[in-house]
């Protein structure tokens, strides 16, 4: 019987379960998500692969669980940031910013790929958890249109439009042919004249200076 380090098995469950996450965290950064194994993840995570599998059956649970921590973090970092009533230009802005850091620092195959690799169930399951953030840019959207900041737009094809914008930044920002800011630059200043709003408004998030 494994060592029980918490003072119970469900905390301890909890502190291995945040450990497999972390060590898939780790493997995306240094290796792409499309390449990790099972193996490595238990290894990373200083357990058995048996034991891996006591948690997760496969690695497409895996990653749905690793996708839908990202999420639920992006979703709660992104309004923690904006406390305070920002302006419509700046909260997409910071949309836009935090978005381009997690492809940074969780590189990862583009959507098409990961579903051809994991098979369509999984990729719909994956498609399901990144859903929130498409919903939070089109509260952005949909708030600066009221607002008076941004030309009356569709909100939900507009979203897709900017989050196809974001991802087309993968490629470039991992291998180091675009800078994170400038990256940010192009795509928020590209999306802000789309919208209507003014020029030079909303170019940088909150804290990036």
């Known amino acids: 019987m494994p060592k029980i380090s918490a003072p119970t098995i ?55 669980a690793f996708a839908e921590q990202g999420t639920a973090g992006f979703v709660e970092r992104y309004r923690a940031a904006l406390l305070g009533g920002a302006a419509p230009a700046e909260r997409l802005s910071s949309f836009v910013r935090f978005q381009l850091e997690a492809l940074a620092e969780h590189p990862h195959p583009a959507a098409a ?65 675009t800078a994170l800011d400038e990256a940010h630059r192009l795509v928020t200043s590209f999306t802000l004249r789309a919208l209507g709003a003014s020029e030079g408004t909303g170019a940088t998030a909150p804290g990036h200076g």
Do not use: C, W
């Open 10 to 64: 469900a905390a301890h469950r909890a502190q291995t379960r945040e450990r497999i996450l972390a060590a898939v965290a780790e493997l995306a950064r240094t290796q792409g998500i499309d390449e990790i194994s099972m193996t490595d993840v238990a290894a990373g995570a200083g357990i058995t692969r048996t034991a891996l599998y006591n948690y997760f059956p496969d690695k497409a649970a895996l990653l749905l």
């Open 113 to 177: 790929e990961l579903g051809a690799s994991l098979g369509p169930d999984a990729y719909q399951k994956l498609a399901d958890h990144v859903e929130p953030m498409q919903r939070l840019l089109v509260e952005v959207l949909q708030n600066g249109v009221e607002e008076g900041a941004f030309d009356p737009v569709p909100a939900e094809p507009t979203a897709r439009l900017v989050l196809a914008m974001i991802s087309a930044q993968r490629v470039p920002i991992q291998q180091g042919q």
